[in-house]
């Protein structure tokens, strides 16, 4: 089969997936399309241009099983859970669309973890740049530890920042998804300023952590002697979403910290908590920590 073929049933599929075919009525898998519709594609094969995103289609929308028995009650279970139900098979094997969406899924989470938070981003939140001591990606991955810590220079200018025994300091790491960042914290820092101000309760200027493990708050924590931390850092993604978020919130954080002292908001983004919905909770959560002097299995 010539490449303008290939490409064309790729095209095929791939609008058939955008115009939410694949229903009961759904007819026929690109890999049966006639040599004819691929010879009409050839010339706009060779144009260049960028095939649509099919991550953006809604999986729980999407119904793949030929001449399904009750559609309506397969979507209605497909609408409860982000699992991959309803996929259809052909032969013993995934239809093409469905390879070809754990793929892209599977690259977009390659993406979230190897990319950098953009320069242009952390300029625009306002946010005051500072980086472990990790020297680049592949360190961060392989060496968990120097992701925790920072040289000296970069304590300085955290102490510089946030001042000495601030009551609330909010901090944002990199972590292992930098589209959770993008996607979340813009609309869930706000909602904790917000939250926050009801108690009369202000924050410093926002750090931005490159390179960040979230035992980085620790250190911030050490050097400022802050009462409580609050760390937006992206979670580990998967297939189902790229874009998740968890708020690592404790009291007095330091050095040897117990992880059962941290409280955690996890599974922030759209398709979960909503991050505006998260940053309420968080100042909630920062108000009566406060109050209890206490966070984490001691916070009753």
């Known amino acids: ?39 009409k594609k050839e010339e706009s094969a060779d144009t260049g241009e960028c095939l649509e995103d099919i991550t953006k289609i809604d999986l729980r929308k999407q119904l793949l099983v030929k001449n399904p028995k009750d559609p309506e009650g397969y979507l209605d279970m497909k609408a409860k859970t982000p699992a991959r139900l309803g996929i259809g098979r052909a032969g013993a094997r995934y239809r093409t669309a469905t390879m070809l969406r754990v793929r892209a899924d599977h690259a977009a989470a390659q993406d979230a973890v190897f990319n950098d938070v953009s320069e242009e981003f952390i300029k625009k939140c306002n946010f005051v740049p500072v980086k472990t001591l990790c020297k680049d990606k592949d360190e961060y991955i392989t060496r968990p530890d120097l992701g925790r810590r920072f040289p000296g220079e970069e304590l300085e200018k955290i102490r510089k920042t946030c001042g000495s025994h601030p ?28 939250g926050l101000q009801m108690h009369q309760i202000t924050v410093p200027p926002i750090l931005f952590i490159k390179y960040a493990r979230v035992g980085a708050m620790d250190a911030v924590g050490e050097v400022t002697e802050a009462d409580v931390i609050c760390m937006l850092v992206g979670e580990r993604p998967g297939l189902v979403t790229a874009e998740s978020m968890s708020a690592y919130i404790a009291y007095q954080p330091r050095h040897g910290l117990a992880e059962a002292k941290r409280t955690v ?19 909630e959560l920062i108000v009566k920590m406060l109050e209890k002097k206490a966070s984490g299995i001691d916070l009753k």
């Not at 290939?6 to 009525?25: A, F, P, Y």
């Not at 990199?174 to 979340?184: F, P, R, W």
């Not at 996890?266 to 909770?281: D, L, Q, R, W, Y």
Request: aromatic letters at 2%; glycine letters at 8%.
């Open 265 to 283: 908001i996890s599974n922030i983004h759209k398709g979960g908590t909503t991050p505006v919905e998260a940053g309420a909770h968080a100042a």
């Open 167 to 194: 009551r609330v300091l909010v901090i944002v790491g990199d972590g292992l998804s930098s589209s959770a960042i993008e996607a979340n914290v813009e609309d869930m820092i706000p909602s904790i300023q917000q």
């Open 1 to 39: 089969m010539r490449d303008d073929e290939i490409r064309s049933m790729v095209e095929t599929i791939l609008q058939q997936m955008l115009n939410g075919e694949g229903k009961s009525d759904y007819k026929q898998s690109a890999a049966v399309q006639t040599k004819d519709a691929a010879y």
